[in-house]
């Protein structure tokens, strides 16, 4: 087995920094961090099972050999939110690349294009929509729960669509949901629409790596396997009490001890376009899982860290500045590809003119690494903690590898916090809250509170 992605911890540490990390303080954690793991294997959250749970991937490659891999169908559209999205949207990017939708078929080899509307807003959605040969398309309606109101919102428009239009929705709506429960199991048992199960055990969060990930990514044409192999790979090095050899244990406790000492912020910032909405999925992870008002024992304690997404070099000249020099409040993590599938030259032009003569002859490539070994450096002399997470190359083994070893990471954050990473209970309110605005039977108490509760500043 051979890793595809790497971590380079060095300016984590002192003496590369000033009042950096030291190897004791890590070594100090080595019980905890091994009773930690231990609880982890011994309790298995369901997303540790993902990996081996053959039936898995066999679902969802039998679903996509019946329907010829989808090759009949110009358009894929994913609808959901959250943890019914970003994974997808992580997976097209990274690895069908950015401009996917935009190939000619021949150029995606009869792969069909891949959409993920994520969002309710109406010009959004209008604008995938109006551009689909809905003869030609295939929807996936994702929702764990099937109670999300925009999820359920977006399947009810394209259900009207399709409807109007006198095709069978057989051919054209694909369900993945819980096994037994929610309105849209209902649904697809009784119209017999093709349909996929999340485990009942995996949160939102969590489930790129099932068949809510996995059916947009075998119908872009992606080698699912691989994905599972790079989880794999992660989940070997779990097994590793040593901390200094698993790179979830160390990241998770490198983030733990430097938010104790105020790095409230932690920023991804990606050296690749194609890797940037793994930025958005890292978001959500670490976001909803980590931030809660109370720990494990009931007790009021309102943690987290806020992670932000950002983009080299193009925040270099918009973000960078804040971070060398504003408030000492963030780790940041570089997300960097080591081999890129393009190189491209700069001329040797502008010979005569110093200030443009050192770029010719030289590759973007060659600029973009630099950039970032120098953000990085920079960073560390003003005593700013960032680390690299390192891809060998941009392939299916690699970012299979990132997203499990960042649930790893997650779960072990989740432990050093004494908070459940699993829940999600301050999404709740807002929830209600909409269901009773828009009407549903059962919430009006909500819309009360709402009206009567505010007083009123507006200018
Ligand atoms: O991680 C989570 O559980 C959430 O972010 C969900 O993914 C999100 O709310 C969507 O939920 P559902 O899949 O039930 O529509």
Not at 106 to 129: C, Q
Not at 177 to 201: C, F, M, Q, W, Y
Request: charged share 25%; proline share 3%; aromatic share 10%.
């Amino acid at each position: 087995m051979l890793e595809k992605i790497r971590f380079d911890f060095s300016f984590v540490f002192s003496p590369n920094i000033s009042d950096g990390l030291t190897e004791d303080e890590i070594n100090s954690y080595s019980e905890k961090i091994t009773r930690i793991i231990d609880e982890i294997e011994a309790d298995a959250p369901g997303f540790l099972e993902v990996p081996f749970d053959k039936r898995n991937i066999d679902s969802v490659k039998e679903l996509a050999a019946k329907y010829r891999y989808f090759k009949d169908y110009d358009d894929f559209v994913v609808l959901g939110i959250g943890g019914s999205a970003l994974g997808n949207i992580a997976l097209r990017d990274s690895l069908n690349g950015l401009d996917w939708n935009r190939l000619s078929r021949d150029g995606r080899k009869g792969f069909p294009r891949i959409h993920v509307v994520d969002n309710v807003d109406p010009d959004f959605v209008s604008s995938i929509l109006k551009n689909l040969d809905m003869k030609k398309t295939i929807f996936n309606v994702i929702s764990k729960s099937g109670s999300t109101a925009e999820a359920m919102a977006n399947y009810m428009v394209v259900r009207g669509i399709i409807e109007s239009l006198g095709l069978d929705v057989r051919k054209h709506l694909i369900i993945t949901t819980d096994p037994e429960n929610g309105v849209l199991r209902k649904i697809a048992s009784e119209e017999n629409i093709d349909s996929l199960e999340i485990p009942p055990r995996v949160g939102g969060r969590f489930s790129v790596l099932t068949p809510v990930g996995l059916l947009s990514a075998i119908a872009g044409g992606l080698n699912i396997d691989a994905l599972i192999d790079g989880a794999k790979n992660a989940y070997s090095l779990l097994k590793e009490r040593n901390i200094w050899k698993n790179p979830a244990a160390l990241n998770a406790l490198v983030h733990y001890l430097y938010y104790t000492r105020g790095k409230n912020i932690s920023v991804m910032m990606s050296y690749s376009n194609r890797l940037y909405s793994l930025a958005d999925w890292y978001r959500q992870l670490w976001a909803e899982s980590l931030g809660k008002k109370y720990d494990i024992n009931g007790n009021e304690v309102n943690v987290g860290q806020t992670p932000v997404k950002a983009l080299g070099a193009t925040d270099q000249h918009s973000q960078i500045q804040l971070y060398n020099e504003g408030p000492n409040d963030k780790i940041v993590t570089f997300l960097v590809v080591r081999k890129f599938d393009n190189t491209v030259k700069i001329p040797k032009i502008h010979e005569d003119i110093d200030s443009l003569a050192y770029l010719g002859g030289k590759s973007l490539n060659e600029l973009l690494s630099s950039e970032q070994r120098a953000t990085a450096y920079s960073l560390a002399q003003n005593n700013r903690p960032n680390l690299n997470v390192e891809f060998s190359e941009i392939c299916e083994e690699s970012i299979g590898e990132f997203i499990f070893t960042y649930e790893l990471q997650t779960a072990i954050m989740g432990k050093l916090l004494n908070i459940n990473a699993f829940d999600q209970p301050g999404v709740e309110m807002g929830k209600k809250l909409t269901y009773s605005l828009m009407g549903r039977k059962g919430y009006s108490q909500f819309k009360e509170i709402l009206e009567k509760s505010i007083k009123k500043y507006i200018v």
